[in-house]
């Protein structure tokens, strides 16, 4: 089953030139159960509109949109409850703490009132806010209050978490935390859509990914799947004495050789065995996200 089924939908919107612009062109995608979706695009792609609209902040102009098996489009409260949704935008409730802030959150969401109070130490906690519980929100840091936005967010389990650029702006150190609750919800069973802007980021956590340029998907699948694709079917390999003579095929480029891979295990040993010790490092090449989006995209953002 699916936890998110997007079937031809299409989103416009009027701009203040009176212009008609279409956000979103007849886009189709789905993302299994429990697992991490990468949603990737440059900027205005419509990344934000597909997540307004999967969120039910927006109506969808055509076309049907269905999480857990529920139309967003006929049933969004239902959906509401089973969303968690961490926005680009940092939005917290000034005058109140952290405590008072992600208690209402869990009661919106409808965690028994017995429980919230747990809950709400469980998250903080995981999320190094703790020592922040009754302190204000407004007076936070920038790096804590997006913190406090991924705790509004999971406070009630949610069956699927969507998180609209994450660890924009977070050192490194919170990045890698950020990084290791979403494997952790994963692994409980969460399904989660990310976006992001570090195209390493997508490549640690998704297992498959939605590229999306002008509205239109330019590519959906594994990710494994669309870097084969891309790869060049070929083995580098460096010598440490390159005056010798080369197996047949062998291609000198720089100072490194490339070699045509046709299967890996039976090419790696014939040129273990031709060259014996003589090689210094060798390795298959696998296509990065960020070549594959800029080859697609012809732009250097997302």
Known sequence: MYSLEIKNVTKKFVTAKKELLVAVN????????????????????????????????????????????????????DVKKMLGVVPQEIVVEMPFT????????????????RERGERIREVLTELDLIGKLKDRARNL???MKRRLMIAKAIVHKPKFLILDEPTAGVDVSLRQKIWALVRRLNAEGTTILF??????EAEQLCE???LIDHG??????????????????VIHF??????????????????DYEFPMTDLGDDLARLTTYYKGNIKSI?????????????LTNSPNV
């Open 216 to 233: 239109r998907v330019i590519k959906n699948g594994k990710l494994k799947d669309i870097q084969q694709e891309f790869s060049k079917n």
């Open 98 to 113: 952290v405590e008072e802030v992600l208690y209402y959150y869990a009661g919106m969401y409808g965690v028994p009132e």
């Open 238 to 255: 460096e010598l440490f004495d390159r005056a010798v003579a080369h197996m047949a095929g062998v291609i000198e480029v720089g100072s």
């Open 26 to 77: 007849d886009v189709s995608f789905a993302i299994e159960q429990g697992k991490i979706h990468g949603l990737l695009g440059p900027n205005g792609a419509g990344k934000s509109t597909l997540i307004g609209m999967i969120s039910a902040m927006q109506a969808a102009d055509k076309g049907v949109i269905e999480v857990e098996g529920i139309d967003v489009g006929a049933r969004p409260t």
């Open 283 to 295: 390795r298959s090449e696998s296509a990065s996200l960020e070549q594959i989006f800029l080859k």
């Open 141 to 143: 840091s920038g790096g």
């Open 208 to 210: 498959s990914i939605t």
């Open 195 to 200: 976006t992001t802007h570090y195209l390493e």
